[in-house]
């Protein structure tokens, strides 16, 4: 949890079931007391991003971590969206992805990706990933309107 005890919201965008659940067990195996919110295809992340459908209560996210591999649009198209969007732009962006492709980092930091993370397979390597993207962007950074 970040030094003023406020939780952060998160939103993981992530199609995978597997990779949620292993994304849920290390924010409860670390203790990470922020707010995980789920959503599965890009579409959904727009939707959560812009209040509407069934996300029209969802909370400003502090910190994404976008998948980049999804259903409806990719996680590339969110990532365009998101960084061209005044309202959106300052919200900082993990990509979480399998994706060791040069071409994809290149691209995604073109995009202006705040950090690209290829998801390790093992499971306590994925954890100890989850950890320090939290650790870095929670206590360590200052995320934008947060005092």
């Given amino acids: ?60 996210p502090d910190l994404i971590l976008l998948d980049l591999n999804l259903p409806k649009y990719d996680g590339r198209q969110v990532l365009e969206r998101i960084k061209s969007d005044p309202d959106l732009e300052h919200i900082p962006v993990v990509v979480l992805t399998t994706s060791a492709a040069e071409e994809d980092i290149l691209r995604s ?19 100890a990933a989850i950890r320090q993207i939290d650790y870095f962007f929670v206590t360590v950074v200052k995320l934008p309107g947060r005092n």
Avoid at 33 to 51: K, P, Q, S, T
Avoid at 109 to 127: C, E, G, I, S
């Fill in 109 to 127: 930091y073109r995009l202006h990706a705040n950090a690209y993370v290829t998801k390790p397979v093992d499971l306590d390597q994925f954890m």
């Fill in 1 to 60: 949890m970040n030094a003023t005890a406020q939780p952060v919201e998160v939103l993981l965008v992530e199609d995978d079931p597997g990779d949620e659940m292993m994304t849920r067990e290390a924010f409860e195996d670390n203790k990470i007391g922020n707010n995980l919110h789920v959503v599965r295809d890009g579409l959904e992340a727009l939707d959560f991003l812009y209040r509407r459908g069934d996300h029209t209560d969802a909370p400003s």
